[in-house]
């Protein structure tokens, strides 16, 4: 396990922007630690990390490492390095593993089960439904949901988990203390208080650069022992993350959704390519081996008494959603008498009203 | 020699006396001058004053004249005083003899041939000089259909000032105009759009004859090309016709304001504003250096449309609160203070999303939830607060444009929301109000008059749909303007029901929640 030392010396090569991965590896195996580049910092190391990183580098060194240090306990921003017992197992074994990590929350050398929910941040109703109930059932079973912390998927998958009281991890494109989208920020504090964690590789005042995404999604895979795509478009950047699922050898699940569907086309070709078809959090479970899904607070159902009327409506809508005009004219009656109807069916919490003037029934 | 005659200037949207005094005198060198704070198209009132008279047979008198506007402190604006001042100068030049008109007001703009065009306000005039217990007025052709309601006053409505002076000197009398009745007036109201014309829709033209009944504001929400603006156009036709009072006071704004056609009679139909969501705050709810009237105060007794509500910006938007909430708006200028009514029925209409096509069958949204938010967040929940009714609007298939043959006609709708508003001003009648729009304050449900039934269904939809204090109020008003088109003495559990359906914004799109 490293030393104090050594993990702030690892921390002041992180916060260099422009210090490559394979610069990295290079400085390492020459001087075997970070904390040796540290003290034998020298004008000779440019050649193996370019110059603009070394003049950062240096920058840096200027403030010392007692600052920096002091700075992230102001913040509870952690670290770890592979090898702690903080630092997940099964991102230790992917092909380019972070030298360190960045964390506020809780870290597990073992996780025992993760699933990342990835997926389109310009979701749709259904998409956004299916990753949070989803995410919900698998926080229900035990499982940590893994993803992005983005709008759309993201942000469903993470509120799910954390509505059934479950382990959730975030892991982010920018610097911890620089949430991005801002309006996540609230969402991020509530990961790390219930038990979870926000993570990155970026220093903690880095920006949402655009190459940082990339990267990012390698640890989004590595974290979990499977992805879940829910809705992505083509040239979606989920992709990259189903890429790095495969190269890393996780399990990739998708989530059918209709074929018109511009949100659904690349779910429903993974599928066609051998990605494994997911329904509902059971399937994942089982796919897993996990167990059976344990349902959580299932109430038993009774059908209230409806009119004739009422029950027509319902019959009606049961096979798929209905809009205003198409309901007037199946049930033959004017517009103030449907909405009379619709209310007292919606107050039963048989139907929904849907945007675009559509009624669904609610499956019981 | 001096002479008068008297006129009127028009200050907001009501009429001066003015008192024009000319005095010719003898001199070497040709000087006129007008003086008595005229402002620039006043001053330019010389220039056109000569030409005419000259066009006209007189001659402008060699030496020094001096026209003042008495008060002479009243700032003076318009082109009103070509007329008043060009009589002056032909009486002080002694170029006609005609008996004293003292109890005779002249208003009118002079063309350089001689001819009398139309001014603004003239409406107003005609009114204040009845009120100063002036009983003829001469006024330009094109404007005498405007005033032709007045009561009690003789109006001679000239072509030229020509035929004025011949008038005056009773050589020529112009025949005084017949008076017409209000009620004849209504009877030649023409609608540009009946709601028959509309097919389909069957939601939004009931929440149209809800917003109708009660004076409520009411929001379409839908996809681009759905009829929103269509609808909302049928709006004046169904609303019940103006009072006379109404018309007066709506007339004298668009007249003061320069927007009534020249020719045109009092209006009837009630104005139907729009505003595009490119204009200025000033032409909004009025200003400029002369706190003009605005659109708020053109729709005055009529409706004020904002099509695509969330393009217009936020401050101009966040204005609208006064005048919807007061019924008036001032108008405050450096040199001018104004107040003008502005009692109007707001009809918005909005897309559900940037791109439009959220909850669209036939087309798929581009935008993500964020957006939508971000998109609807454009509308602040106080101005939100005073729309009672939200709507959605949809594309109407092909096939039911083509099947909805039989619908009702505006006259019908207009009969139904002439009912209920007979109901709810016999209500209000010891209050303050007139319409279920109005209602306010702690009394609301005791007003109401809410059944039990009614009642529960109400405390269960503010617990199911986890609704504010606005949103209550708005069901309980909605749902007694339901009742009373119902002519239901108590609002039933029914027209509770129907008045839940009308609240798209504070669920489906506004508090949606991720995931549910």
Same mark, same amino acid.
């Not at chain 1, 990155?200 to 895979?221: D, G, K």
């Not at chain 1, 897993?288 to 008494?305: K, L, N, R």
């Not at chain 2, 609002?491 to 129907?498: G, I, Q």
């Given at each position: 396990?490293?030393?104090?030392?050594?993990?702030?010396?690892?921390?002041?090569?992180?916060?260099?922007?422009?210090?490559?991965?394979?610069?990295?590896?290079?400085?390492?195996?020459?001087?075997?630690?970070?904390?040796?580049?540290?003290?034998?910092?020298?004008?000779?190391?440019?050649?193996?990390?370019?110059?603009?990183?070394?003049?950062?580098?240096?920058?840096?060194?200027?403030?010392?490492?007692?600052?920096?240090? +002091?700075?992230?306990?102001?913040?509870?921003?952690?670290?770890?390095?592979?090898?702690?017992?903080?630092?997940?197992?099964?991102?230790?074994?992917?092909?380019?593993?972070?030298?360190?990590?960045?964390?506020?929350?809780?870290?597990?050398?073992?996780?025992?089960?993760?699933?990342?929910?990835?997926?389109?941040?310009?979701?749709?109703?259904?998409?956004?439904?299916?990753?949070?109930?989803?995410?919900?059932?698998? +926080?229900?079973?035990?499982?940590?949901?893994?993803?992005?912390?983005?709008?759309?998927?993201?942000?469903?998958?993470?509120?799910?988990?954390?509505?059934?009281?479950?382990?959730?991890?975030?892991?982010?494109?920018?610097?911890?203390?620089?949430?991005?989208?801002?309006?996540?920020?609230?969402?991020?504090?509530?990961?790390?208080?219930?038990?979870?964690?926000?993570?990155?590789?970026?220093?903690?005042?880095?920006?949402?650069?655009?190459?940082?995404?990339?990267?990012?999604?390698?640890?989004?895979?590595?974290?979990?022992?499977?992805?879940?795509?829910?809705? &992505?478009?083509?040239?979606?950047?989920?992709?990259?993350?189903?890429?790095?699922?495969?190269?890393?050898?996780?399990?990739?699940?998708?989530?059918?959704?209709?074929?018109?569907?511009?949100?659904?086309?690349?779910?429903?070709?993974?599928?066609?390519?051998? &990605?494994?078809?997911?329904?509902?959090?059971?399937?994942?479970?089982?796919?897993?081996?996990?167990?059976?899904?344990?349902?959580?607070?299932?109430?038993?159902?009774?059908?209230?008494?409806?009119?004739?009327?009422?029950?027509?409506?319902?019959?009606?809508?049961?096979?798929?959603?209905?809009?205003?005009?198409?309901?007037?004219?199946?049930?033959?009656?004017?517009?103030?008498?449907?909405?009379?109807?619709?209310?007292?069916?919606?107050?039963?919490?048989?139907?929904?009203?849907?945007?675009?003037?559509?009624?669904?029934?609610?499956?019981? | 020699?001096?002479?008068?005659?008297?006129?009127?200037?028009?200050?907001?949207?009501?009429?001066?006396?003015?008192?024009?005094?000319?005095?010719?005198?003898?001199? /070497?060198?040709?000087?006129?001058?007008?003086?008595?704070?005229?402002?620039?198209?006043?001053?330019?009132?010389?220039?056109?004053?000569?030409?005419?008279?000259?066009?006209?047979?007189?001659?402008?008198?060699?030496?020094?004249?001096?026209?003042?506007?008495?008060?002479?402190?009243?700032?003076?604006?318009?082109?009103?005083?070509?007329?008043?001042?060009?009589?002056?100068?032909?009486?002080?030049?002694?170029?006609?003899?005609?008996?004293?008109?003292?109890?005779?007001?002249?208003?009118?703009?002079?063309?350089?041939?001689?001819?009398?065009?139309?001014?603004?306000?003239?409406?107003?005039?005609?009114?204040?000089?009845?009120?100063?217990?002036?009983?003829?007025?001469?006024?330009?052709?094109?404007?005498?259909?405007?005033?032709?309601?007045?009561?009690?006053?003789?109006?001679?409505?000239?072509?030229?000032?020509?035929?004025?002076?011949?008038?005056?000197?009773?050589?020529?009398?112009?025949?005084?105009?017949?008076?017409?009745?209000?009620?004849?007036?209504?009877?030649?109201?023409?609608?540009?759009?009946?709601?028959?014309?509309?097919?389909?829709?069957?939601?939004?033209?009931?929440?149209?004859?809800?917003?109708?009944?009660?004076?409520?504001?009411?929001?379409?929400?839908?996809?681009?090309? /759905?009829?929103?603006?269509?609808?909302?156009?049928?709006?004046?036709?169904?609303?019940?016709?103006?009072?006379?009072?109404?018309?007066?006071?709506?007339?004298?704004?668009?007249?003061?304001?320069?927007?009534?056609?020249?020719?045109?009679?009092?209006?009837? @139909?009630?104005?139907?504003?729009?505003?595009?969501?490119?204009?200025?705050?000033?032409?909004?709810?009025?200003?400029?250096?002369?706190?003009?009237?605005?659109?708020?105060?053109?729709?005055?007794?009529?409706?004020?449309?904002?099509?695509?509500?969330?393009?217009?910006?936020?401050?101009?938007?966040?204005?609208?609160?006064?005048?919807?909430?007061?019924?008036?708006?001032?108008?405050?200028?450096?040199? @001018?203070?104004?107040?003008?009514?502005?009692?109007?029925?707001?009809?918005?209409?909005?897309?559900?999303?940037?791109?439009?096509?959220?909850?669209?069958?036939?087309?798929?949204?581009?935008?993500?939830?964020?957006?939508?938010?971000?998109?609807?967040?454009?509308?602040?929940?106080?101005?939100?607060?005073?729309?009672?009714?939200?709507?959605?609007?949809?594309?109407?298939?092909?096939?039911?444009?083509?099947?909805?043959?039989? $619908?009702?006609?505006?006259?019908?709708?207009?009969?139904?929301?002439?009912?209920?508003?007979?109901?709810?001003?016999?209500?209000?009648?010891?209050?303050?109000?007139?319409?279920?729009?109005?209602?306010?304050?702690?009394?609301?449900?005791?007003?109401?008059?809410?059944?039990?039934?009614?009642?529960?269904?109400?405390?269960?939809?503010?617990?199911?749909?986890?609704? /504010?204090?606005?949103?209550?109020?708005?069901?309980?008003?909605?749902?007694?303007?339901?009742?009373?088109? $119902?002519?239901?003495?108590?609002?039933?559990?029914?027209?509770?029901?129907?008045?839940?359906?009308?609240?798209?914004?504070?669920?489906?799109?506004?508090?949606?929640?991720?995931?549910?």
């Amino acid at each position: 396990m490293a030393d104090k030392r050594e993990l702030l010396c690892q921390a002041w090569l992180s916060c260099s922007e422009s210090l490559g991965y394979q610069a990295r590896l290079k400085l390492m195996e020459e001087f075997k630690s970070a904390s040796a580049v540290y003290d034998r910092f020298s004008s000779k190391m440019m050649e193996i990390v370019g110059e603009k990183a070394f003049a950062e580098l240096a920058d840096l060194r200027q403030t010392g490492l007692d600052k920096m240090e +002091a700075a992230l306990n102001k913040s509870d921003i952690q670290l770890c390095v592979p090898g702690d017992s903080s630092y997940p197992e099964q991102l230790a074994h992917i092909p380019d593993p972070p030298a360190l990590l960045f964390y506020q929350g809780t870290l597990f050398r073992d996780e025992q089960r993760a699933i990342a929910i990835v997926g389109s941040r310009r979701e749709t109703r259904y998409g956004r439904e299916q990753a949070y109930q989803i995410a919900r059932e698998l +926080a229900q079973n035990g499982v940590t949901i893994i993803s992005g912390l983005a709008r759309g998927i993201d942000t469903a998958a993470h509120k799910g988990a954390l509505d059934a009281g479950g382990r959730t991890i975030a892991i982010l494109g920018s610097g911890i203390k620089r949430v991005y989208p801002r309006e996540n920020e609230e969402l991020a504090a509530q990961i790390t208080k219930n038990g979870g964690a926000v993570v990155s590789e970026f220093s903690p005042a880095s920006e949402p650069l655009a190459f940082h995404f990339p990267v990012r999604n390698r640890l989004v895979s590595g974290f979990s022992h499977g992805v879940l795509l829910v809705e &992505a478009r083509e040239k979606s950047g989920t992709l990259i993350t189903v890429g790095h699922a495969l190269m890393q050898g996780r399990e990739v699940f998708a989530l059918p959704g209709p074929v018109d569907a511009p949100g659904s086309a690349v779910p429903n070709r993974m599928l066609r390519e051998g &990605a494994r078809l997911i329904t509902c959090a059971g399937d994942i479970l089982e796919d897993m081996s996990w167990g059976q899904s344990t349902q959580g607070e299932q109430t038993s159902f009774i059908m209230p008494d409806l009119t004739n009327e009422q029950r027509r409506l319902y019959d009606s809508l049961c096979d798929e959603p209905l809009d205003f005009s198409e309901l007037m004219q199946t049930m033959k009656l004017q517009a103030q008498e449907l909405n009379v109807l619709l209310t007292t069916l919606e107050m039963e919490n048989l139907i929904e009203a849907l945007p675009g003037r559509m009624f669904k029934a609610i499956r019981q | 020699m001096l002479a008068r005659t008297k006129c009127f200037a028009l200050i907001g949207i009501s009429g001066e006396p003015v008192t024009v005094e000319a005095y010719v005198s003898s001199a /070497s060198t040709f000087v006129f001058n007008i003086v008595g704070l005229p402002d620039a198209a006043v001053k330019e009132s010389r220039d056109r004053v000569v030409a005419a008279l000259k066009n006209s047979g007189f001659i402008m008198p060699f030496g020094h004249t001096v026209v003042n506007l008495s008060p002479a402190d009243l700032k003076k604006e318009g082109t009103a005083f070509d007329l008043p001042i060009a009589v002056a100068i032909i009486l002080a030049s002694q170029q006609m003899m005609a008996k004293p008109f003292h109890d005779t007001a002249l208003i009118g703009e002079l063309a350089l041939d001689g001819r009398l065009r139309a001014v603004n306000g003239a409406l107003s005039m005609v009114i204040s000089a009845h009120e100063q217990g002036i009983r003829k007025i001469i006024l330009p052709k094109d404007n005498a259909k405007e005033v032709e309601v007045v009561t009690g006053m003789e109006v001679y409505p000239a072509e030229s000032l020509y035929h004025v002076v011949q008038h005056l000197t009773g050589r020529d009398p112009i025949p005084a105009q017949a008076q017409k009745t209000y009620q004849e007036c209504l009877n030649e109201a023409v609608f540009d759009l009946d709601l028959s014309q509309v097919r389909g829709q069957h939601l939004p033209k009931r929440a149209l004859e809800i917003a109708a009944a009660g004076g409520h504001n009411l929001l379409l929400i839908g996809v681009p090309g /759905s009829g929103k603006t269509m609808m909302a156009r049928c709006l004046p036709g169904i609303l019940p016709e103006m009072s006379q009072e109404e018309a007066f006071e709506t007339t004298r704004i668009h007249s003061a304001a320069g927007v009534l056609k020249p020719g045109s009679g009092l209006m009837t @139909v009630r104005p139907f504003r729009t505003p595009h969501h490119t204009a200025s705050m000033a032409a909004l709810i009025g200003g400029g250096a002369n706190a003009k009237p605005g659109e708020v105060s053109l729709a005055h007794n009529g409706v004020l449309f904002l099509d695509e509500m969330p393009e217009y910006p936020r401050q101009v938007l966040e204005s609208l609160r006064q005048p919807l909430e007061d019924g008036v708006i001032t108008v405050s200028r450096v040199k @001018v203070h104004t107040q003008y009514l502005s009692r109007l029925m707001l009809i918005a209409s909005m897309n559900p999303c940037p791109c439009g096509y959220f909850g669209s069958r036939t087309r798929h949204c581009r935008c993500g939830s964020h957006e939508i938010k971000r998109y609807l967040d454009r509308i602040s929940g106080p101005l939100l607060d005073r729309i009672d009714l939200q709507v959605e609007v949809d594309v109407v298939p092909v096939e039911e444009i083509v099947q909805d043959s039989e $619908q009702e006609s505006s006259e019908a709708v207009r009969k139904r929301v002439r009912a209920a508003r007979t109901i709810q001003a016999k209500r209000y009648e010891h209050l303050s109000i007139r319409t279920n729009a109005e209602m306010s304050g702690k009394n609301l449900e005791d007003q109401a008059m809410l059944t039990k039934e009614a009642r529960d269904l109400l405390q269960n939809a503010v617990k199911k749909y986890n609704l /504010s204090m606005r949103a209550y109020t708005r069901l309980i008003k909605v749902a007694r303007t339901i009742a009373d088109l $119902q002519n239901e003495e108590k609002v039933s559990m029914p027209a509770m029901a129907e008045a839940i359906q009308y609240r798209m914004m504070d669920g489906k799109y506004w508090g949606e929640q991720h995931g549910r």
